[in-house]
């Protein structure tokens, strides 16, 4: 057989994935019981009193929707009844030995995100902006998501991509310099996908080409990326303020999908990277599912023996995976300077890169549930801002870290058992 012969060989499925028993676990149920009694035990200890106020409209609506004023404390008390109904279900899912739908978490989280802020905003004189609210959240989903696909990318082909972090962090870097330089926010984005690419050569070539281990080597780069930053920052950035202050994009306005209530001005007045991640994830999706290019990819992540024995040659669409991988992680660098801030600041990614890697696990590997992992982070980053507004009797502290915790339970709860690709961590050696 010749090498273009075996090189377009069909692989066969079993090559793909692997059947095996499924074992419900009992852990998503279990955490849902967990927040439904701690939030129960936080109104009975804190009640407010008055009403909460959501504003849900803007100046440039096709359609004003009234302001939604609803008792807080008796709201937030309903949302915990349908917590502990959805808590139920998910038991008896796993009584019949059944998966707890996907459904049941989202759901569970959004009910619990309309009770809290409804307990937080009550007998304030502040309103919940609904639009903030959403838009804030998908803004700072995006790196995250960004970051995610590029993770789900790598360990289908059989690589973890600890990296995601140093390929953040480099992107933002380079898209600042390069958008001051040339007041261009265009060229600021190419140069993140450079950055992000570099980053991710490196990774490879230790990674595929000498069989390091692919956790050292992506933790060794984060810090390397972010000692290089810190240092160039320190000695070119602060000297030269001229280096270090971006062009950014500018939000666009989607002619009539902008004036949808609510999702209207929070998901279709962004700016254009924002619309590239609205690309990228069904992109994404459907490359890897629907392709050839796909198909090898996912062969090599979980036998890439057998992909090699039908001529697929494994390193290569390794090193083709780790690099699309990190242009896309680039693009989601570029956002913090030149959508999100003007300027590079030291370590601004501020653990995105770690986050992304939690959404790729609490996503199972697939392109579509990481994004939205991404924007439950998101919405977990954003509440800080939602409740300093309503002035909720919150600690700031805590606060800050509500991300992290959301993400600690996420991946350890929410995510129920699941098995990433067989061959994700291991080199391919060829016999």
Known sequence: MSA????????????????????????????????????????????????????????????????????????????VAVMALLTAYAYVRVGARRKVPGWVSMLFAAVFLVGFLAWAAAGSASDVPAVRVIGGAVLLAVPIAFGALGGVIG????????????????GAFCAAVASSVTDSPWVGLLAAVVAGVLVAAVLGVFTITYKVNQVIVGVVLNVLVIGLTSFLYSQVLVPNAELNSTTRFANVAIPGLSQIPVIGP?????????????????GVWFAMFRTRWGLRLRAVGEHPKAADTVGIKVERTRYRAVLVAGAIAGVGGAFYTVVSVSAFGKEMTAGAGF????????????????????????FASNLEGALSIVGAPVPSQFMLMLPYVVTLLAVAGLVGRSRGPAASGEPYVKE
């Open 155 to 170: 360990e289908r082909a059989g690589v973890v991509n600890i990296a995601i972090e140093g390929q953040l962090l480099a």
């Open 266 to 282: 929070s998901l279709f007045n962004q700016s254009v990277i924002v619309y590239l991640m609205y690309l990228a994830v069904p």
């Open 4 to 79: 273009t012969t075996a090189d377009r060989a069909p692989v066969p499925e079993e090559v793909v994935e692997h059947r095996h028993v499924t074992v419900v676990s009992r852990k998503v149920p279990v955490v849902l019981t967990v927040v439904t009694a701690l939030f129960a035990l936080l109104l009975a200890l804190a009640p407010r009193e008055g009403d909460a106020t959501f504003r849900l409209a803007t100046g440039n609506d096709l359609v004003a929707l009234p302001n939604v004023v609803v008792p807080g404390t008796t709201t937030a008390w309903v949302t």
């Open 355 to 378: 986050i992304a890697l939690a959404a790729v696990i609490f996503g199972k590997w697939d392109p579509v549930k990481a994004a939205l992992a991404a924007l439950l982070f998101g």
